[in-house]
């Protein structure tokens, strides 16, 4: 008989989660595909070709602009390069920083092609999607322009050495290989989806099939099996009591309660906001039925931004301070880190302000 409740309890929840994740799946695996065509054919190569324009304001080589464009391809190769020059002594830690600074637009660039469109815009829905990924460009580009400022400001002729630098295209591939896990809105990182393709039309539309089906393979199985869970927690309101229970969640809990009554966020932010710090894509998922309903498109923008905060976090213990400490040490590792978390917080925090004004 209990078992015949259960099956009761949960049968609605199947009836609702079902065809959402078959709609999810169909979409993402067009959009996928699609995305892996625009870099078979050297799409982000066109769109991160301006990088020269900035580094010159910021006082900083031309081979910085070739580093900052290859991050829109490969995240790994980018700093790898940086690595280099900063080595071989051509950048100082001031100017490095810079680099890394300005680098952060680039880095996104290459999320739209691969995350954002294909994944996360099909589950938000175009207008919520559009508006999320629009806000996340413009804190994107506010560091990348802050980056710009801080050379044009505090650097010259002494932060950067007179000396060639050396062959880093081709000195990247022996630096230290990244973490290969995800960045905080959920995405892979590393060179291996952006190696040299076949040259033909019809070895890049073969190419892409191919990387398309591991990805869906890899996503849509979680998606469908954490988003049942989570649609039946937050229907039974154990979710809260869940993570309560969970050692140390409560105190994010409470964190992220206060977090959200001070911006004026519905109560249902709390476990929304819980969820993006376990994965990014299924607490998108999660606040998409509630759009219209609980949610305004501008209140779900920033409670996913505020998600973005506590994935963030959670995502820099668990990825990021091992892949900067590899690539740079623990030294200027934590530096890297320090100025990344800071303007990521100030940046989040003025679209949160944008976003919630009356």
């Known amino acids: 008989m209990q078992s015949v409740d259960s099956l009761a309890t949960l049968w609605p929840v199947f009836v609702e989660v079902l065809p959402r994740v078959a709609r999810i799946a169909a979409l993402v695996a067009v959009g996928v595909f699609v995305a892996n065509l625009a870099v078979g054919f050297g799409l982000v190569e066109y769109v991160a070709g301006l990088s020269k324009y900035l580094t010159r304001p910021a006082n900083l080589p031309d081979e ?7 991050t829109a391809a490969s995240t790994t190769a980018g700093y790898g390069m940086l690595a280099e020059f900063r080595e071989s002594g051509r950048l100082d830690d001031a100017a490095t920083l810079v680099a890394v600074t300005i680098n952060t637009f680039f880095g996104f660039v290459q999320h739209i092609f691969t995350f954002y469109a294909p994944v996360l815009i099909p589950i938000l829905g175009l207008r919520v999607g559009l508006m999320y990924v629009g806000a996340r460009a ?3 580009l506010g ?7 801080a050379g044009a400001v505090l650097l010259s002729d002494a932060n950067v050495s007179g000396r060639s630098a050396p062959d880093a295209a081709g000195d990247a591939e022996n630096t ?22 076949p040259e033909t039309t019809r070895g890049v539309v073969r190419e892409a099939g191919e990387k398309t089906w591991p990805k869906l393979k890899r996503l849509v199985p979680r998606l469908a099996v954490v988003y049942f869970l989570v649609t039946a927690l937050v229907e ?3 979710a809260v009591w869940l993570l309560e229970r969970t ?3 409560q105190t994010v809990t409470e964190v992220t309660g206060s977090m959200t009554a001070l911006l004026g ?12 710090a376990f994965d990014t894509t299924v607490g998108a998922a999660t606040i998409a039925p509630l759009i219209g309903e609980t949610f305004t498109p501008r209140t779900a923008v920033a409670t996913m931004l505020v998600g973005g905060i506590v994935s963030f976090a959670v995502s820099t213990f668990k990825r990021s301070i ?6 740079w040490g623990a030294r200027f590792g934590s530096k890297v880190v320090a100025v990344n978390t800071a303007l990521k917080v100030l940046f989040i925090s003025l679209a949160l302000v944008v976003l919630l004004a009356p």
Do not use: W
């Open 236 to 238: 039974t309101n154990a």
């Open 64 to 70: 910085v602009g070739t580093a900052i464009l290859t």
């Open 265 to 276: 966020l519905p109560g249902a932010a709390v476990p929304v906001v819980a969820v993006f």
């Open 322 to 327: 091992p892949f900067q400490y590899g690539i």
């Open 138 to 140: 413009a804190i994107s």
């Open 247 to 249: 050692t140390g969640v």
């Open 143 to 149: 560091i990348t322009l802050t980056g710009v400022l």
């Open 176 to 197: 230290v290989e990244a973490d290969g896990g995800e960045t905080d809105d959920g995405t892979a990182t590393g060179s291996a989806a952006f190696d040299d393709g």
